[in-house]
């Protein structure tokens, strides 16, 4: 069985530019999420989707941050212009439903420069 | 709000000793613990969860946790550590997996 997969692995840009990061899910898996780990500390989620619908976005950065996951499959998670301080690692993990084991991709890895 | 504390940043153990990795934890209700792996350029990986039931929870890898109320600790254990098992260790609670800091375990040759 397939993990999940997120690309790309690493991303470095410029700040002030658009960036954009891809996840698709382990297959049958309804709840997905994204995570941000700073260098050195434990996963922050950000936002949790059941299906195609955002249920906990509340640590989402709502100004420079968005996400989609259009037909409740794979997401995207975008950030708008892009801050020094967004440099970290994005995660992005599944669940066949909430409350359950989670599965992690191998994340992407983002230099804001 | 629910949270987890590990008091250890770093863990050093020789090969074959046993190996214990701490974990507090402060939630209102009854909560859902669980531990994961961390190695280098490599994603999370789940060890084990308590949900309900026996105190006592075995994991992958040959760990185990044990769940103790009174104390709301959650601490990860191996009798036997490798060298392999070298790596970052997190605690988390609650099935929005608030981490703890994490844990980064050294086992020596």
């Known amino acids: 069985e397939a993990g999940v997969v997120q690309s790309p692995r690493y991303k470095i840009i410029e700040k002030k530019q658009p960036v954009a990061f891809w996840c698709n899910p382990i297959?049958?898996?309804?709840?997905l999420y994204w995570y941000r780990q700073n260098l050195g500390q434990g996963p922050e989620l950000l936002i949790r989707?059941?299906?195609?619908?955002?249920?906990?976005d509340s640590q989402l950065p709502k100004d420079r941050f968005s996400a989609e996951r259009l037909k409740g499959v794979d997401s995207t998670l975008k950030i708008q212009p892009a801050e020094l301080g967004d440099s970290a690692v994005y995660l992005c993990a599944s669940s066949s439903s909430a409350g359950l084991v989670q599965f992690f991709g191998p994340g992407t890895r983002l230099t804001v420069l | 709000a629910q949270s987890v504390a590990q008091p250890e940043d770093q863990v050093n153990v020789a090969e074959g000793n046993p190996l214990t990795v701490k974990c507090t934890y402060s939630v209102s209700g009854n909560p859902y613990l669980f531990w994961y792996v961390q190695y280098p350029n490599r994603g999370l990986q789940f060890l084990l969860k308590y949900i309900t039931g026996d105190n006592l929870v075995k994991g992958s890898y040959g760990f185990e946790a044990e769940f103790n109320k009174s104390q709301t600790s959650f601490h990860l254990k191996k009798p036997s550590a490798l060298v392999s098992d070298s790596a970052l260790y997190f605690c988390?609670?609650?099935?929005?997996?608030?981490f703890g800091a994490g844990t980064t375990v050294t086992v020596r040759a």
């Open positions: 989707y059941e299906n195609e619908e955002a249920v906990d």
């Open positions: 297959s049958g898996h309804n709840t």
């Open positions: 988390a609670v609650d099935h929005k997996l608030s």
